[in-house]
Nanobody
């Protein structure tokens, strides 16, 4: 499965953005999926996860209540709705397959793509 994230941009603090992750290839529907982000000078961190049916979700504590992960299996698209954005949310955001729901474990052969840059100004 090849993944490509898009939808990032420059937004003021308190604003909103919706990220999309388009999947190509087979079996997108079989995988639990996650959003990750990497801020300048920091390691990549898990942000949100969703199970393969889209019924179950979990989040990084700092984004709970502000971000919502969802998926459209008919269109092979993963989403991340981000509200009440803060400057500390500034990062490159990536989507990836999760090895297990409830964790941040990804596959060793995952192709992370270029990600999409989110910049939140104060």
């Amino acid at each position: 499965v090849q993944l490509q994230a898009c939808g990032g941009g420059l937004v003021q603090a308190g604003g909103s953005l919706r990220l999309s992750c388009a999947a190509s290839g087979r079996n997108f529907n079989y995988y639990d999926m996650g959003w990750f982000r990497q801020a300048p000078g920091k390691e990549r961190e898990f942000v949100a996860g969703i199970n393969w049916t889209g019924e179950l979700t979990y989040y990084l504590d700092s984004v709970k209540g502000r971000f919502t992960i969802s998926r459209d299996n008919a269109k092979d698209i993963l989403y991340l709705q981000m509200n009440s954005l803060r400057p500390e949310d500034t990062a490159v955001y990536y989507c990836a397959r999760l090895r297990h729901y409830g964790t941040s474990q990804t596959f060793q052969d995952e192709s992370w793509g270029q990600g999409t840059l989110v910049t939140v100004s104060s």
